[in-house]
């Protein structure tokens, strides 16, 4: 495709995958796409291990990196310790947690102690974790690291600068927008509120031109709902410069759900998600499941980020042990972060395939409006 | 623009403006588009007046008529009079408003008997009323008649082959779709979750694809979010045959609502709209302001339709003159139905302007698409 965009990163298609799964992002990559690989949930060792892995399979083509660095990570200079952070966690939560899974019958015993194995989150949120993080990223040769949330600190800014890599970052209001490019963003990531993971509520239809309209020469990527090649032509009809897309790898056999979710997923109509606070504490979509009907329906007010993962993430990794193990209750309580794009992603594919059929797509786009100017 | 829906309706672009205004009717109409008059708040002779001014004054170009047909309307034999309607209010609601109005400064004094004034909508939804519309509709040439609120009834659809007039009818799922398309309704259209009026929760971007799939041979028209041309294109490059939007009008010279409220219109954000049962008793997207947060806040559970228009309605036709007059208390509380579209309406303009802005968008926009196919 001809576009400043892809000239500048060195790929041959505007679509972006994020993705936690290694294979994703480097099948991605090799397919003329672009693979960003979500790190926030890693040590910076294991985030080493993985983008060794990523280098080493993406056939020479360029991928980013994904992390949440805190716009504040300059002041964060006495951050918690992990052993303050699950001991700041109230009663009324972890109980909730025990019931619920009791209702399914899923033991609780040991969720205290599978807590710490948790804390990665929340240490890749303060200064030296995200630092840490920083550090392994551009000491590999990516062609672009991305803030999922907020505005990157100049710190990060400066680093991306420095080496020579745009730093992307995603936005959910025009608000946002603005501010991003205030502060120097070289590529933003307007997520509608049809998003899988963390989102807003303006949706894509409208986000779009409206980050389009305030970032000037700032390139600006679609994200929310879509899982087509042409929902991508539509994105890129209203001014954007390619596509963000998260939720339509889930499906591929290369991606890192559980066969439950993969069939949940494939199963799953685009009303089946639920915007809730119950996992990361900030407002994010994921699939409807028995654990979002209790925490919506019943369950105590979510604890900010970062404490709410403590609360959710031992309980959620238990839940898809023994749903993959088939039991039932655990089946019923599983979910996954998933965008309403989830109604139109039908049958398992495969990351590259996936790709292709996004390129066709988006040509049977254009010939459609071309066609619509025929005399 | 060449397309079988054009052609099979008599049109040029396939733009159609749902409109409470004749006057924005006709003059979408004349400007190669088509206006679609929703009469639903109107009485039988209110509507004769309506159309036989517009048909008057489209230039001898198509237009259409939107109402709410009940799709359960054969069953209605003994439909509640105004008088039981009216009775069946209970106090909890009404006390709410007169409070709400109270914290502002709105005198409520006599809302009670100002409420048979909003029975027409009622009227309309039970047997005798809707088919009175129906004559009334059928006695002109319109080209295009709407079902706003769930399946047409077989008594509509009949009427509508009879006369040679296809029958529309909106849709908020997949599964709304696959029903109508059953019942054999001539063109759907694909509403999302940002637009104003009634609404759903699946966004546009997501919606019209999913439809579209479902859809066959039924022309798909997609509403939800789109106020330009470049959005009309996004809808079509995704298989849409046009766009139906009702928000972009309200901003025009023609359109009913108080200079008030155009000017909170053109201030408001994206963000400054909310999804609220509060004033027909389904889901409907309008502008945030004081009454909608108090609804919100602490107001009871909204009533069925059609009860809660007759708690909603006396008060806000109050509000609406009052703010006209320059009371702040009443501008404060003062709404009306609107998409998240808004947050892209940002100046005053003409109808037909609006109509040609579209076109040199749409063309805009495909040409953009192109681009990025040069080699």
Redesign the interface.
Known sequence: ???DLCAQLGIEFPLFAFSHCRDVVAAVSRAGGMGVFGAVMYTPEQLRTELEWIDANCGGKPYGVDLIVPTSIQRQDNAPSGTDLIGALPESHTDFVTETLAAHGVPAEGLDENRADFLNFSRNLDAAGAEAMLDVAFSFPIRLIANALGTPPAVMLERGRRAGVPVAALVG???HAERQVAAGVDILVAA???AGGHC????????V??VV?VAGDTPVLAA???V?G??M???????AAGAWCGSVWLTTAEAEPSEVIKQKLIAA???DTVRSRSRTGKTSRQLRSAWTDAWEGKGPDPLPMPFQTLVSEPALSRIEKLAAGGHEGARDLSTYWV???V??MNRMSSAGAVVQEFKQDY?A??E????????
């Open positions: 495709m001809k576009s209001s025009r608000k509608g509120g049809e807003g509520e303006i949706s894509t239809m409208v986000l031109p409206e309209s929310g709902g879509i087509t042409a929902q032509a539509a994105a890129m009809a209203m001014g109509g685009s009303g965008g309403q794009g109604g139109l040509l786009a254009v459609r409006l071309n066609a619509t100017l025929e005399e």
